[in-house]
């Protein structure tokens, strides 16, 4: 057996192989996208795996158990952190854009697991504690002057009406629409909530 025999991929490649990092990434995408589609006590850990491209023990390995995984997954302060990383003046354009590249690029978006906060139980209670604290209240923090905490609730709420738009109704104008335009259009629209006087 030669240095170069053993398994191998398509044509034959080495195997491919993730790394730590990727590898958890993936988990978490799967059971995000699990989780905006089912209640948290129908999803298996074999359900995530399977999604996942990875085995249940690994996921174990990683979170722990399905406890562990789905508190990461009901958190939002990494997403928040993304949508919130530009200045004030450009905030609301960014939110749109990022929220558009989320969607179309990953097949994942920031905030819309909220919208399914009924089917969880207990559990969303969790889940919207986590939004109004990572996001909401984050965002109004960042806001000048009088009703910052509704101008920051009516923000997030039209992020949320085009995540549906986009992800769920499937609306074929938004899906097809250039991304520069309705980062434009709709961007102004939020920006209109978040610096009102400008």
Known sequence: ??????????AGTAPVRRDAESTKAAILRAARYLLARHAHADITLKAVAERAGVSPPLIVKYFGNKDALFARVMSFETDASALLDAPLERLGRHMVRHLLDSQRERGTDPLLRIAFAPLHGDRGDVLRANFRAQVTERLAERLPGPDAP?????AVSCLLG?????GIARGSQVRTADVDDLTERYGAMVQAQLTPDR
């Open 1 to 10: 057996m030669t240095a170069a025999s053993g398994p191998s991929g398509p």
């Open 150 to 154: 509704l101008r920051a609730e009516l």
């Open 162 to 166: 085009l995540g549906v738009m986009y």
